[in-house]
């Protein structure tokens, strides 16, 4: 079918990042189209545009800031670029709509190595990201009318980095899927329940569940040693999953070894595992069976009643399976504040969107917000991962779902800020 006559104009000006042209048809059209045929919105035209030549590096000042007006259409090529989406963007473009290729506009800028634009397509993702999930809360709230209005009151209120925020209320917008849904819709096919009432297959490489879904795999190792490493020393240790038991092991080889060291694990048959194991021998170790939520508050209120020392934490990880990421960050927004000492770290197996490169920077960013809205600060530390390798061994094997396709992991390290 071919797009409405408006609707080709729109991508056509986005193509040629034509500035006039796109703000004069942005007052009556969505820019929300996308080409019949290759289902490329303006976003993914305009950074495409770049495929068959590429840009030469913007070397001139704009006039943006400096008081000098210039003629939009004769700034160079990569800044017109720039400006498009950002025009694109404040009119309620999507940021994360898929062509036929299976790309996102930002997934072409990361192949064409379009660092600016790429940044320009996250940074859309991060708003996006940040505003559902607040409106997730605020729904969360209660439905009845009074609810409502206080919801759109402070829905209207909301500003992102200095920015208008973009209309929350469309009818785009409302549609939208977000980068987490998407992540966590593919990522995790089972449900925390059904996953912890599944048959696991364990083998000395790798956990699967009955759906052939990697729960852990041996290619996590040097990610589990090196995320040790950050974390210590530290006397007292809490981890939630103990799965393949690595990075239990790894506590345990610190030296001094631990004093006590806490595990919290919810699948019988992991459970079992564990209970035969080494380490539930080794002195100071504790383990909780069952899901973290139900084991927690206990033993945070047995700290409250506690007469003696209150059980803190100097290492905290947390790495679990078929959860999401509100469950997370639930745990770092209740329980780490609870259970973390002073001057102790909290780190978390950092996976969600990692077979997307721009789902795996946006989610980074927006949990690098939320933790430093529960007053904890973090350190990113760049881990290579050998993912060609990987394929070429044929690690995924008889796996369903390759939950990784990224050269880099982002290792958190986070503390209390300050
Ligand atoms: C990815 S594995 C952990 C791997 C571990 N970090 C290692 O080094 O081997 C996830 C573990 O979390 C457990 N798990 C899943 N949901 C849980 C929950 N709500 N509470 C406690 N454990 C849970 C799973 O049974 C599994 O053993």
Request: net charge negative; glycine share 6%.
């Amino acid at each position: 079918m071919e797009p409405s006559p408006t609707a080709h104009s729109l991508l056509l000006a986005a193509t040629d990042h034509n500035l006039p042209a796109l703000r004069s048809l942005l007052k009556s059209q969505t820019p929300n189209v996308q080409d019949p045929t290759t289902l490329r919105t303006p976003l993914h035209l305009a950074i495409a545009a770049f495929e068959s030549s590429p840009p030469p590096p913007n070397n001139t000042t704009n006039g943006n800031g400096d008081g000098i007006k210039v003629d939009e259409l004769s700034l160079p090529p990569l800044e017109k670029a720039e400006r498009t989406l950002q025009l694109l963007l404040q009119n309620g473009a999507i940021w994360n709509s898929l062509d036929t290729n299976n790309e996102t506009p930002g997934c072409i800028a990361h192949r064409l190595g379009l660092n600016s634009l790429y940044e320009i397509m996250v940074d859309a993702g991060v708003r996006a990201e940040l505003l559902f999930g607040r409106l997730d809360g605020y729904m969360a709230l209660g439905d009845d009318d009074d609810d409502e209005e206080e919801e759109e009151e402070e829905e209207e209120d909301v500003e992102v980095e200095g920015e208008e925020a973009p209309e929350l209320v469309s009818e785009d917008k409302k549609e939208e899927e977000t980068a987490l849904d998407k992540a966590a819709e593919e990522a995790i096919p089972v449900t925390s329940d059904a996953y912890l009432s599944s048959k696991l297959e364990i083998d000395d490489d790798k956990i699967l569940d009955e759906d052939k879904n990697g729960v852990m795999m041996s290619w996590e190792s040097h990610i589990m040693s090196l995320t040790v490493q950050h974390l210590t020393p530290a006397k007292r240790i809490l981890n939630i999953g103990y799965g393949m038991g690595i990075i239990d092991n790894h506590f345990q080889s610190t030296t001094p070894a631990p004093t006590s060291h806490h595990i919290i694990e919810a699948h019988p048959q992991i459970l079992e595992k564990l209970s035969t194991s080494e380490i539930s021998k080794r002195p100071g170790v504790v383990i909780h069976s069952g899901r973290w939520q139900e084991v927690l508050p206990k033993l945070i209120n047995s700290n409250s009643e506690a007469d003696g020392e209150e059980l803190l934490f100097d290492a905290i990880y947390f790495d679990t399976f078929a959860e999401d990421y509100s469950q997370l960050k639930l745990f770092f927004t209740e329980y780490v504040i609870a259970l973390l000492s002073p001057e102790g770290k909290f780190s978390f197996f950092n996976g969600l969107g990692a077979d997307r490169q721009i789902s795996y920077d946006v989610y980074k960013k927006v949990v690098d917000i939320d933790l430093l809205e529960a007053g904890l600060e973090t350190e990113w530390v760049e881990v290579p991962v050998d993912s060609k390798k990987m394929e070429g061994d044929g690690e995924w094997k008889g796996v369903r779902r390759k939950y990784w396709d990224l050269e880099k992991y982002w290792l958190p390290v986070t503390k209390f800020i300050g």
